[in-house]
C-alpha cells in the first residue's frame, strides 16, 4: 500500500497569511504514460464529510476558491491557502488514487492563530 | 445535484452484524464506481471497499477483507455494505463516496454522504 505522510500535523496561521500543508507519498503517484499525478486534497470541517478541494495535484474543483492551490510531482505534493479565510479552518487531507487501495494521509488541522 | 443518504448504522455487540445503505440521486448512478470509507474518532480516512459500476468488481481492504461485502442494485440506486462479525476495532462513520471518473475503479471521491455511525461495543 501506498503510505501519505502529511506535514506539519497542525498549524496555526493569521487571517490573511498563506497556509502551507505538505504531503509525501511513499511511492511515486505520477503515471510517466499520461504525466498526471494520481492525488487528491480535501477539506473536513467538524461533523462534514469531507468535501474535494483538488484532483491530479492541481486542478481545482469547480466552486472552489482560487485562493486553494496545489502543487507538486510524483511523491512530493503541497497545498497552499494563499489567504487564510476564517472559514478555511478545517483538516486537510492528502489521498492517492493512483492504485487501489486509495489511501489518505493523517490530516493537518489549520486553525487561525 | 447529486446526492448520497447513509443509513444504516447503530450501535451493535462484537461478533455481530449490521448492513448499511447508500441512496443515491442526482447522477446517472449505474456508471460510476462507489466506494465505502469510514473514520474512527478522531482518525484518518480509511478506505473500505470499492464496486464498479456494474458490480462485477469489487476490492477490499485488508482489514475488512472476508468479512464485509459490498453490493449494489442499480435498479434502486443504492449500495449496501454487510459487515459481519464486526469488532470494536471497526467502531466509526461509515461513508458512502462516488467515484469521478466514468466506469473507472481509481478515481478521486467527488461526491461523499453525511455518514452513518457504527459503534461496536459490548
Known amino acids: 500500500d501506498i503510505v501519505m505522510t502529511q506535514s506539519p500535523d497542525s498549524l496555526a496561521v493569521s487571517l490573511g497569511e498563506r497556509a502551507t500543508i505538505n504531503c509525501k507519498s511513499s511511492?511515486?503517484?505520477?503515471?510517466?504514460?499520461?504525466?498526471?499525478?494520481?492525488l487528491a486534497w480535501y477539506q473536513q470541517k467538524p461533523g462534514q464529510p469531507p468535501k474535494l478541494l483538488i484532483y491530479w495535484a492541481s486542478t481545482r474543483e469547480s466552486g472552489v476558491p482560487d485562493r486553494f492551490s496545489g502543487s507538486g510531482s510524483g511523491t512530493d505534493f503541497t497545498v497552499t491557502i494563499s489567504s487564510l479565510q476564517a472559514e478555511d479552518v478545517a483538516v486537510y487531507y492528502c489521498?492517492?488514487?493512483?492504485?487501489?487501495?486509495?489511501?489518505f494521509g493523517q490530516g493537518t488541522k489549520v486553525e487561525i492563530k | 445535484q447529486e446526492q448520497l443518504v447513509e443509513s444504516g448504522g447503530g450501535e451493535v455487540q462484537p461478533g455481530r452484524s449490521l448492513r448499511l445503505s447508500c441512496a443515491a440521486s442526482?447522477?446517472?448512478?449505474?456508471?460510476?464506481?462507489m466506494n465505502w470509507v469510514r473514520q474512527a474518532p478522531g482518525k484518518r480516512l480509511e478506505w473500505v471497499a470499492v464496486?464498479?459500476?456494474?458490480?462485477?468488481?469489487?476490492y477490499y481492504a485488508d482489514s475488512v477483507k472476508g468479512r464485509f461485502t459490498i453490493s449494489r442494485d442499480n435498479s434502486k440506486n443504492m449500495i449496501y455494505l454487510e459487515m459481519n462479525s464486526l469488532r470494536p476495532e471497526d467502531t466509526a462513520v461509515y461513508y458512502c463516496a462516488k467515484l469521478k471518473e466514468l466506469k473507472q475503479m481509481a478515481s478521486w471521491f467527488d461526491r461523499w454522504g453525511q455518514g452513518t455511525l457504527v459503534t461496536v461495543s459490548s
Open positions: 511511492q511515486s503517484v505520477l503515471n510517466s504514460s499520461n504525466k498526471r499525478n494520481y
Open positions: 489521498q492517492q488514487y493512483y492504485s487501489i487501495p486509495p489511501t
Open positions: 442526482g447522477f446517472t448512478f449505474s456508471s460510476y464506481g
Open positions: 464496486i464498479s459500476y456494474d458490480g462485477s468488481n469489487k
